[in-house]
């Protein structure tokens, strides 16, 4: 398999990363397990999750989907093997949360801990915490880098501006520098990321991943009317906002070239997100193995400049 430099860090990842907020929600344990052992057998190394994940459930606090991947990994003896992200700064209850270099101090301990390593390979601000001085932030994030805590930094849900002061700021310290943005981005939700955020990481080297790849499921294909929101219990209700008329005329496109391909939808969608210049890899999830060998299958199939087209003129 052909890895990625994630920016201008030493990171070398697979062009698909599994996402990890279903462990501990829609997929339990043993599903989570099936899932990563497919994931890893297939060659793949490279894994999100966030301390949060997945805390939205009832019972659960956050800190789920990092145990279950800690306890994979612990079990299966390929730490080394794998490139884990994971991420800070989400409300954790409590005054747990947010980006003050002290909190950040304490919740890496925390993820380290359910994740059963010494290291994290990335490590992410979730989202911008306008309370904490950026340099507060990164300065935390140098001594976790000194440490050999944490190899790598990046962000997810941060904007153009903010990478720009960040950037900046390592800069005049000689402190590591974001690497990776995470953002939302796929056929259905574009606008966000390319106007401003996609060119200034393609300037800035910073290694792009692309959350909602398949649109929480929606580009799949299997949501065509509000019948089928039944077809995922977690997700199925949230389905209302993609199922209207651009919504239908991307998957029409996705149908046409999955026809011409002999692929699915998903396939498509995917592979739609590897082909675009500075998005190392798409952030997808599964919650089953059969979803999953899609998402693999995605990784093999390459797109014309005819198909490319056709899905950027129906998403325009
Ligand atoms: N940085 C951030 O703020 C942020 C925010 C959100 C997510 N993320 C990360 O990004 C990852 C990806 O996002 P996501 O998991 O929410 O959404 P997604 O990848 O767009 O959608 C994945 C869901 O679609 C369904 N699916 C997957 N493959 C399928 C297939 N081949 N056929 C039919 N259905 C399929 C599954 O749900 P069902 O089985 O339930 O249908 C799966 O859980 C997350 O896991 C997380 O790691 C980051």
Redo the contacts with the bound molecule.
């Keep these: 398999m052909q890895l990625r430099r994630l920016g201008r860090s030493d990171l070398a990842v697979a062009p698909l ?6 462990f501990g929600w ?2 339990d344990e043993k599903a989570s397990f099936a899932v990563l052992d497919a994931f890893a057998d297939a060659g793949f190394n490279f894994i ?3 301390d949060v ?1 997945s805390s939205w459930v009832p019972g659960n606090k956050g800190g789920e ?1 990092e145990a279950i991947i800690g306890k994979w990994m612990a079990l299966r003896g390929n730490r080394s093997r794998i490139v884990v ?1 994971t ?1 800070v700064g ?1 409300d954790m209850g409590g005054d747990r949360k947010g980006l003050k270099a002290g909190y950040v101090a304490q919740a890496v301990e925390a993820s380290l801990q359910r994740l059963q390593t010494d290291y994290i390979d990335l490590y ?1 601000s ?2 911008e915490d306008p309370e904490t001085p950026l340099e507060e932030t990164l300065g935390a994030y140098a001594r976790l880098v000194e440490q050999g805590k944490v190899r790598v930094i990046g962000n ?2 941060h904007s153009a501006a903010t990478m720009a002061s960040a950037l900046a700021i390592s800069a005049k310290h000689g402190w590591p520098r974001f690497e990776n943005l ?3 981005y ?1 056929l259905y939700d574009r606008a966000g990321y390319e106007t401003e955020l996609e060119p200034f990481c393609r300037q800035n080297e910073i290694g792009v991943t ?13 949501y065509r009317s509000p019948a089928d929101f039944a ?6 209700q949230g389905m209302a906002s993609y199922l209207n008329a651009r919504g239908l005329a991307i998957l029409e496109a996705l149908d046409t070239v999955a026809k011409e391909k002999a692929a ?1 939808p ?2 498509v969608a995917i592979a739609w997100l590897i082909a675009r210049p500075g998005l190392v890899a ?7 193995v ?6 693999i299958a995605a990784t093999k199939l390459e797109l014309s400049a005819g198909d490319v087209a056709l899905l950027d003129k129906a998403s325009a």
């Design positions: 990363c599994l996402g990890g907020n279903v829609s997929a999100d999750t966030a994940y989907s992200t991420k989400s992410l979730h989202w997810s849900n995470q953002t939302q796929n692309s959350y909602f790849s398949l649109a929480k499921g929606f580009l799949s294909g299997k077809k995922s219990a977690a997700r199925g699915t998903a396939q798409p952030v997808a999830s599964a919650t089953s059969t979803q999953l060998q899609d998402l």
